[in-house]
C-alpha cells in the first residue's frame, strides 16, 4: 500500500484547511485508515481514525472542529479542519491499516497555523 498526502499550507488561526490521501496498491487490504500529526519539537500523536465501514474516532483536542472521512470507491482519505489553532500546526501523516495488522504511512504534508 502507498499513500500520498496533500493539502497542507500555511493558513491564519481560525481559518480552514482540506487534507487529502490517496492510497494506490493493494487498497483492499485497507480496513482502517486515519491521520496522525507530530507537532515541532513533539511526537507523533493520533488525530483522527475511520474504519472501513465509517466508524470515527478523533482525539479530543480536535473533536468539534475537524471531520474525518473516507471515499472507499476512489480509495481516499480526507480531513477537513475548521478553527485552526496555532497549537495544530505539525506534520500530519497518512496511515492505513490492513486485515491482517499490516501498518502503512505517507510521507507527511506541513501544515502551519500562524497566530
Known amino acids: 500500500v502507498q499513500l500520498q498526502a496533500s493539502g497542507g499550507g500555511l493558513v491564519q488561526a481560525g481559518g480552514s484547511l482540506r487534507l487529502s490521501c490517496a492510497a494506490s496498491?493493494?487498497?483492499?487490504?485497507?480496513?482502517?485508515m486515519g491521520w496522525y500529526r507530530q507537532p515541532p519539537g513533539k511526537q507523533r500523536e493520533s488525530v483522527a481514525t475511520?474504519?472501513?465501514?465509517?466508524?470515527?474516532n478523533y482525539a479530543i483536542s480536535v473533536k468539534g472542529r475537524f471531520t474525518i472521512s473516507r471515499d472507499n470507491a476512489k480509495n481516499s482519505l480526507y480531513l477537513q479542519m475548521n478553527s485552526l489553532k496555532p497549537e495544530d500546526t505539525g506534520v500530519y501523516y497518512c496511515?492505513?491499516?490492513?486485515?491482517?495488522?499490516?501498518?502503512?504511512w505517507g510521507k507527511g504534508t506541513l501544515v502551519t497555523v500562524s497566530s
Open positions: 496511515n492505513a491499516g490492513t486485515y491482517w495488522g499490516a501498518n502503512y
Open positions: 496498491g493493494s487498497t483492499s487490504s485497507i480496513y482502517t
Open positions: 475511520i474504519t472501513k465501514n465509517g466508524i470515527t
